[in-house]
């Protein structure tokens, strides 16, 4: 049967928020014939999810390791998935109804099509929701167009990269989500979308929880010197890529 891979990678997580990530993700329907796996995959080896998340669901494999940020963790649970489909889940976030139908769809509908983003809406610590008003026109993401956008946005993303959701095989040779100490969704969708066509859905995707815990909020994650190493690298990456000959499909 086909399978879609949710990958979500964990560490020190709230178990409220991450047993609303379950819920999210385990009420979700799928097409005819299509299951699902989640990798739960915890940087360190505390074990700490699987006391929070029931045991005995056979959707849910648990995996450990050395510490080793969330790039890292992503790429071991990418190393341990079986779908021909990924899907990037975090564990403070929340699916909304209907987004792993629509992916699979998006992916299946058209054979050019290797990745796909949503719509995303921040919710904030009192339960409200707050749009992004400058999301691109539902539909295809041309080779290229991502990137550019990136670049005369003081790389912003048109596209959340968080609701990632990329055939394994284009995963697997861009080598998983860019080992740097955050923006590794950036790197993973920006090459992506440098080599391959994307698709952007309109309907909302994904509740992107804000809270003072997560790890965007913390002031490192912005410090100037290290996030402008970072989009330089992505940045060089994106340009070699654009160079190359590989080109999906």
């Not at 005819?32 to 929070?52: H, S």
């Not at 997560?214 to 402008?228: F, G, I, K, P, R």
């Not at 190493?229 to 990456?237: G, P």
């Amino acid at each position: 049967m086909p399978l879609i891979s949710i990958v979500t990678p964990v560490f020190n997580p709230e178990p409220e928020h991450l047993s609303a990530a379950f819920k999210s993700l385990t009420s979700q329907e799928l097409p005819p014939g299509w299951e699902l796996e989640w990798l739960v995959q915890e940087d360190g080896n505390t074990g700490i999810a699987r006391e929070i998340l029931p045991a005995d669901d056979e959707r849910i494999s648990f995996g450990t390791g050395r510490r080793g940020g969330v790039a890292l963790t992503r790429n071991l649970a990418l190393g341990r998935s079986r779908g021909e489909l990924v899907k990037n889940f975090d564990q403070d976030d929340v699916l909304t109804p209907g987004v792993l139908v629509r992916d699979i769809q998006a992916l299946g509908g058209d054979p050019d099509v290797q990745w796909t983003t949503s719509r995303v809406l921040d919710l904030l610590p009192d339960g409200s929701t707050v749009g992004f008003d400058h999301d691109p026109a539902p539909g295809r993401l041309e080779p290229g167009a991502v990137v550019k956008h990136w670049r005369t946005h003081n790389y912003r993303l048109p596209v959340h990269p968080t609701t990632i959701c990329i055939r394994r095989t284009l995963a697997v040779a861009l080598g998983g989500w860019m080992g740097v100490p955050g923006s590794d969704d950036t790197g993973l969708l920006v090459a992506a979308s440098v080599v391959s066509v994307g698709y952007f859905s309109d309907e909302v995707g994904l509740l992107y929880r804000k809270w003072p815990g997560q790890v965007t909020a913390q002031a490192d994650h912005t410090a100037s010197n290290e996030w402008t190493v970072r989009m330089q690298l992505i940045d060089e990456r994106a340009a070699a890529l654009a160079t190359s000959t590989l080109r999906i499909p």
